[in-house]
């Protein structure tokens, strides 16, 4: 899978922008602060429905403006489609599919992105949200309706600790609280989902985390994870394919049960996926706080050269879209190398970079200047007709 052709409109630092894009390398080349990462988080918004700077949407809408429009002329072998986002400033976002209205966790079905950044290197080293953001946001791409999941759960969450801290300001005790209850259902049937795939995804990234850490970082330090949960499972047996589901959900109720009182008196869920964490590991000890920054990066890169394998396994439509996100400059010349020559194998590598001679020589492509929210070189020969984000864009 290849973007043909990218539009935008309101979106960051951009008025307009339409970028032509081609298979293979593409470099985005431009002094900081010019807008080539927000051309990356726009295509990568299309998969992931999120940015991997900003936990909310509002700062990807150009300052003054209600929404941000992004367009992108998607071409899945001989098969082309348009997919389209409008980001409100407030309120729900709309989307649309081939010129179709669709709800929003249908455009990870059609678009597959993994993008690598400075700030990937969080994931290993900073708090457990950006380790479950990660997972989060790889799930949604692998599957799509677990969009839909996630935002229910933190929906629920959010009412429940609404709930716990209008009782706690009234004085009512856990036993006087019957309508927690209600929302300890939901909360249970939802999170016992997350969990259950996050697990099942830190299973099939094993092996791949393996593989690629070896690659970039040139040795085996047997690198290892798991998710770390803020519970045990219950204890009952059951057996079929829905077992370990049913576990999580008694693990949960019972924790929930003894977090009570608690809750109640801190008005926050002590329990559920919101809490977990993703352990990694290399050489049998964690990576946050022993591995070195080298290390660091190898696990980082590891993680998203694993995810890359995984969708271009589970897509029958080709390999993701790898961005490479002003990496280069971050790397010793081993690892630019070793990167390098595992990118260069995908459909479509988009490159960012401040400087042109950061970018290994097996990466030279297409070349695009930014400056100031402009594309000011690009390479429109036999390109495909112009991707206008401003069509129809109240429709979106």
Do not use: C
Not at 63 to 76: F, I
Not at 185 to 208: N, T, W
Not at 212 to 228: K, N, Q
Request: proline residues 5%.
């Amino acid at each position: 899978m290849i973007v043909e052709r990218l539009g935008l409109r309101d979106f960051r630092n951009y008025t307009e922008a339409d970028l032509v894009l081609h298979p293979g390398a593409n470099v985005l080349v431009g002094s900081n602060g010019q807008g080539k990462t927000n051309l990356a988080e726009a295509i990568a918004y299309l998969a992931t429905l999120g940015s991997h700077r900003v936990p909310t949407d509002a700062p990807l809408v150009r300052e003054g403006q209600d929404a941000a429009y992004v367009r992108a002329l998607l071409a899945h072998g001989t098969r082309k489609i348009t997919v389209e986002a409008q980001i409100n400033r407030q309120g729900s976002n709309r989307t649309r599919i081939g010129g179709s209205p669709v709800k929003p966790a249908e455009l990870p079905r059609y678009t597959h992105v993994v993008l690598f950044a400075p700030e990937d290197l969080q994931i290993v080293r900073g708090d457990p949200a950006a380790r479950r953001r990660f997972s989060d946001q790889l799930l949604v791409q692998l599957i799509p309706r677990m969009s839909a999941v996630l935002a229910d759960y933190d929906r629920v969450l959010k009412q429940r600790n609404a709930l716990l801290k209008s009782a706690r300001a009234r004085g009512i005790r856990g036993d006087q609280l019957s309508t927690l209850d209600v929302w300890d259902d939901k909360l249970v049937a939802l999170g016992s989902e997350i969990i259950a795939e996050r697990r099942r995804l830190a299973a099939d990234l094993a092996d791949p985390v393996a593989a690629a850490y070896t690659a970039i970082a040139g040795a085996d330090h047997d690198p290892y994870l798991e998710w770390v949960g803020s519970f045990p499972d219950g204890e009952t047996e059951v057996s079929g394919p829905g077992a370990e589901r049913a576990r999580i959900a008694e693990g949960f109720r019972i924790a929930l049960a003894d977090q009570r009182s608690a809750e109640l008196e801190r008005a926050v869920t002590l329990v559920g996926p919101h809490r977990d964490d993703l352990l990694l590991k290399i050489r049998g000890l964690p990576v946050r706080g022993y591995a070195s920054h080298g290390e660091s990066w190898s696990v980082a890169l590891a993680l998203r050269l694993a995810s890359a394998e995984l969708l271009r396994v589970d897509s029958a439509s080709g390999d993701p879209i790898l961005i490479l996100d002003d990496v280069f400059a971050e790397l010793d010349a081993q690892r630019r190398t070793r990167l390098a020559g595992l990118a260069a194998d995908y459909e479509q590598v988009i490159v960012t970079a401040a400087v042109e001679q950061d970018v290994p020589d097996r990466l030279a492509g297409t070349l695009v200047r930014i400056e100031a929210g402009r594309i000011l070189a690009d390479d429109t020969s036999d390109a495909p007709d112009p991707v206008d984000p401003g069509e129809d864009a109240d429709d979106v």
